[in-house]
């Protein structure tokens, strides 16, 4: 079952601009992942941020985790026209599980 | 990171037959992983697949349905049983990362379409 929400659904922004997308969850997580997919094909890993992270940075990735509000936000900063994809948070309860994924953000960047 | 790759890469199929699809990893992995992507939406997890074992399936999905097969740390079928329209999906596995590492890695996916 889906476990998390992401809002928005769909978000269409300028090249250049910051593109925030945010995932809430239901049950305690042990870590939570952000991945990327282009036009309904394999995932792509993104950035995990452990359940006692605040905040994690990778290059253009910022994410951010709020275990008291089960919810975490993804920012990609100076967006670029190859950003444009589906954006899926995941989140796993630790040991031999597969993952929860929230609905999944679209973003489409505006050359 | 692992490289994996699945066969078909897409395929329609007739309503009331069946579909396996393979799923291949370029090192040898303990779990792997199936999951179902329908159209516009997002991924749900059918069942994980320890070498050895039998599957251990999800909520909703049954071994009747969705049998799973793993004869090796490597390799993973998925077969699609009985195929209905609503079967039409994109399934995908995925791995663990090494080292005790929680991230998941994919294979490109097999869309299938049931006609």
């Known amino acids: 079952s889906q476990q998390g929400e992401e809002d928005p659904q769909a978000l269409s922004i300028q090249e250049g601009e910051n593109a925030t997308m945010n995932c809430s969850y239901k049950?305690?997580?042990?870590?939570l992942q952000w991945y990327r997919q282009n036009s309904g094909r394999g995932l792509v890993h993104l950035i995990l941020?452990?359940?006692?992270?605040r905040e994690k940075h990778s290059g253009r990735l910022r994410v951010t985790l709020d275990t008291s509000k089960k919810s975490s936000s993804l920012l990609i900063t100076a967006s670029r026209a190859a950003d444009t994809a589906s954006y899926f948070c995941?989140?796993?309860?630790?040991?031999?599980?597969?993952?929860?994924f929230g609905k999944g953000t679209h973003l489409i960047i505006q050359p | 990171s692992a490289v994996i790759s699945q066969k078909p890469s897409r395929d329609i199929c007739q309503r009331g037959t069946s579909l396996t699809i393979q799923c291949q990893v370029d090192?040898?992995?303990?779990?792997m992983f199936w999951y179902r992507q329908q159209p516009g939406q997002s991924l749900t997890l059918i069942a994980t697949?320890?070498?050895?074992?039998?599957?251990?399936?999800e909520s909703g999905f049954v071994i009747d349905k969705f049998p799973i097969s793993r004869p090796n740390l490597t390799f993973s079928t998925l077969t699609v049983s009985n195929m209905s329209p609503e079967d039409s999906s994109i399934y995908l596995c995925?791995?663990?990362?090494?080292?005790?590492?929680?991230?998941?890695?994919f294979g490109p996916g097999t869309r299938l379409t049931v006609t």
């Open positions: 049950t305690s997580i042990n870590n």
């Open positions: 090192s040898q992995v303990t779990m």
């Open positions: 941020i452990r359940s006692n992270e």
């Open positions: 995941a989140t796993d309860r630790g040991g031999a599980d597969g993952l929860t």
């Open positions: 995925s791995v663990d990362g090494s080292g005790g590492s929680y991230e998941q890695y």
């Open positions: 697949a320890n070498q050895g074992s039998e599957a251990t399936y």
